[in-house]
């Protein structure tokens, strides 16, 4: 496919992930971190079908479909430039029978593909608490950011009626709202089964949490060895460059 029919270069990029897919982002506008990056390998272990809420630019789904086999992954974004950037990407990347993306609330997911219809679900959701600070809300980064169309209740809430029974929810947030995520997981049926902190360098204090619930699952929380991002010399650590394939 010619680049110049697809992507606005003078605006856009075409980022190589590295593992045969590329993604198209806005240069002014949000792109995908290292958190996106983490949840992929942390969900890679799901099986069947997945729906990744609050995709963004569809990094997730795209991760995901290089790391595993799972045969379909919807995807929701309620930013309609957002959405139409990940439709883009599915399409450049020639995975439209594996990829689906929709321009949509999260909250009317469940309305849209019907309850108990996945065996996985990921979610990359705003780490701002709302009324965490001015939001404009029409501004992409602000959105992304900030609870301003999403809560972490409305997020554990539609996992746990898209998940079929004993399916998987995988979250990346911010240790400071684990309170109020094992709140809303356990509001809604979701067992929290796998967590891991990730933080800059050994030394700093975590910055991330990834977590895995199970839904209608027993109470057993395993606590895995904290993740590192850099080593002492700021160089990436081991791990780190295996998750990026390098």
Do not use: W
């Not at 890679?44 to 789904?61: E, N, Q, Y």
């Not at 450049?92 to 609330?105: C, G, M, P, Q, W």
């Not at 993740?227 to 460059?241: A, P, Q, W």
């Amino acid at each position: 496919m010619e680049l110049n029919n697809i992507i606005n270069t003078d605006i856009e990029t075409l980022d190589d992930l590295q593992n045969g897919y590329y993604i198209i982002q806005r240069r002014d506008s949000f792109k995908f971190g290292i958190d996106a990056v983490l949840l992929s390998d942390f969900a890679k272990s799901g099986r069947g079908r997945a729906m990744d809420l609050c995709t963004g630019t569809g990094i997730i789904p795209l991760l995901l479909a290089a790391k595993t086999d799972m045969p379909l992954i919807d995807a929701v974004e309620i930013q309609p430039e957002m959405a139409e950037l990940a439709a883009r990407s599915v399409i450049y990347n020639k995975l439209e029978d594996r990829i689906h993306v929709r321009r949509a609330d999260i909250k009317d997911a469940p309305a849209l593909y019907g309850r108990s219809r996945f065996d996985v679900v990921t979610v990359n959701p705003p780490y701002i608490k709302a009324g965490g600070g001015l939001v404009n809300d029409g501004d992409m980064k602000m959105i992304s950011r900030h609870e301003v169309k999403c809560t972490v209740d409305d997020v554990v809430r539609v996992s746990s009626e898209l998940l079929k029974p004993h399916g998987s929810m995988f979250m990346v947030h911010r240790p400071s709202r684990l309170s109020d995520v094992f709140r809303a997981m356990h509001r809604y049926g979701i067992e929290p089964k796998r967590m891991r902190m990730v933080a800059p360098k050994p030394g700093r204090e975590a910055n991330m949490v990834l977590l895995h619930g199970i839904k209608d699952a027993k109470s057993d929380l395993k606590v895995l060895p904290q993740l590192y991002v850099y080593n002492e010399d700021g160089g990436y650590t081991k791990e780190i460059d295996e998750i990026y394939g390098r």
